[in-house]
């Protein structure tokens, strides 16, 4: 085992052990090991106090009430706490409140006792490292027998579901959570608690929500994530607004649409290229104005007018009952908004660098991810049309070396307050803002003497 754990957690581990104490691998850790996989967190356990762990580190770090203190290693820059290593007393939990936090914290004494209060199987296993040179068999303890749970790809709550989702609703979606990102499946058992408890989940903070969700959305099964979250009932917790399209058709003569709105939503996140779960996000509520915005046309067939509009409206509230950040908010507004974009092989460069500017450079390649997820989602058999291929030529023609903007006009500020004899005033950034968007329309008319004469035109 010792191959696989880095020499600083070694040599932390054998600080304690050269004192007397025990310490342990525990949680994700030990289930990355068993999988092969990379390990994030080097998260342990130990029998030493809070203060008899500060007198082994005396740079350590402890800011809380929960028996975890972060120990510095020589690899690890001196900026807040990102990267310390988490070295938690055993303990035990009672009395939970707010369904997420306990109000009694004691220190336990043994590793099996820690064990207990932990969530699901899988994280429930500990790995000796006074005995890091031994089989894994004989250096692993497992008292709920998580390791036949990884073997057999299950999530399965220790002990009592029941009691694990009540001390902390969180876990409702960590269960969720674990399972797309593992492809692992939920226990019978546990998957029925959770559809039980699954109104514990509006206890819970929005950002924790928000947090869990974007995991799931960054997981190797977002999907099926999704779709978990939907059958036991969480996803009406989080967003309510996807559930509005089930049962909504979008069937008309012609056309490939054959699912109803939720389901075409759910596709489209299935067939998203992008790993960026802000765009996977987006992506799955592309067409959630479309329930809003569903009337019927004169012969009676489903049309779905400005749905873009709606969705992005839709899309801004739930964003910020999410408590996404500003720049994320913004973005999956700016997609949804303008994803209905044509790529009419007709459209003029003049709309090209206009469909630009609307969505922002920075969300061109994640526009056409939603655009190609939009398409796979709804039956269509091939990610881009030949339209779409030539739009995006044309859109790689029009950014290379820099879009048009009004920083390239023949003139600029200074010129327009000397033609007009003024001083600097809004009047200078109304007309300059005029004299682009017609430059735009024909870039032949960016030249100075002409720019001139628009301007006393204008003014």
């Not at 310390?84 to 303990?91: D, S």
């Not at 009047?427 to 006393?456: A, H, P, S």
Request: proline share 4%; net charge neutral; glycine share 6%.
């Amino acid at each position: 085992m010792i191959d696989k754990i880095p020499a600083h957690i070694i040599d932390i581990a054998k600080k304690f052990t050269d004192q007397g104490f025990e310490i342990y691998l525990v949680g994700g850790s030990v289930r990355s090991i068993i999988l092969n996989q990379a390990v994030t967190d080097w998260d342990m356990t130990t029998n030493a106090t809070p203060t008899e762990i500060q007198k082994l580190f005396p740079d350590s770090v402890y800011e809380n009430n929960f028996g975890t203190v972060g120990i510095k290693t020589p690899d690890i820059q001196e900026t807040e706490h990102k990267g310390l290593v988490e070295i938690t007393t055993f303990r035990t939990e009672k009395d939970y409140k707010d369904r997420r936090h306990p109000k009694k914290v004691e220190w336990g004494k043994t590793i099996e006792e820690d064990l207990e209060r932990r969530d699901f199987t899988i994280n429930a296993m500990a790995l000796n490292l006074s005995k890091n040179q031994e089989p894994i068999t004989k250096s692993m303890i497992d008292p709920f027998d998580g390791q036949t749970d990884l073997k057999n790809k299950i999530i399965k709550a220790v002990g009592d579901p029941s009691l694990r989702f009540k001390e902390d609703a969180l876990r409702l979606m960590r269960a969720i959570r674990f399972a797309s990102q593992l492809g692992f499946e939920v226990d019978e058992k546990t998957l029925k608690e959770i559809i039980n408890d699954s109104g514990l989940l509006s206890e819970i903070s929005r950002e924790r929500i928000r947090d869990e969700l974007l995991k799931i959305l960054a997981s190797n099964y977002p999907y099926e994530g999704i779709m978990l979250l939907k059958n036991t009932n969480l996803l009406r917790h989080i967003v309510p607004e996807l559930i509005d399209g089930i049962g909504v058709s979008q069937e008309r003569p012609g056309r490939h649409h054959k699912d109803d709105v939720f389901t075409h939503n759910v596709l489209s996140l299935k067939h998203c290229s992008s790993k960026d779960p802000i765009v996977r996000f987006a992506t799955l509520i592309h067409d959630i104005g479309k329930p809003k915005s569903a009337s019927t046309d004169k012969d009676g067939l489903v049309i779905f007018h400005n749905h873009e509009v709606f969705g992005a409206k839709i899309a801004y509230d739930i964003c910020e009952r999410l408590k996404f950040s500003k720049k994320d908010r913004n973005k999956v507004v700016t997609l949804i908004r303008w994803h209905m974009f044509t790529v009419d092989e007709n459209i003029t460069d003049a709309a090209i660098r206009r469909f630009i500017r609307r969505i922002g450079v920075e969300n061109v390649a994640d526009m056409m991810d939603l655009r190609v997820g939009d398409r796979l989602g709804g039956g269509t058999q091939t990610a881009e049309s030949w339209r779409l291929k030539l739009f995006k030529k044309r859109v790689e023609e029009q950014l290379a070396p820099a879009p048009f903007s009004i920083t390239d006009l023949a003139i600029d500020g200074r010129d327009v307050m000397k033609e007009l004899n003024i001083k600097p005033s809004p009047q200078i950034g109304t007309i300059l803002q005029k004299l682009f968007e017609e430059v735009d329309e024909d870039l032949e008319k960016n030249n100075k003497e002409y720019l001139l004469k628009r301007v006393k035109q204008i003014a």
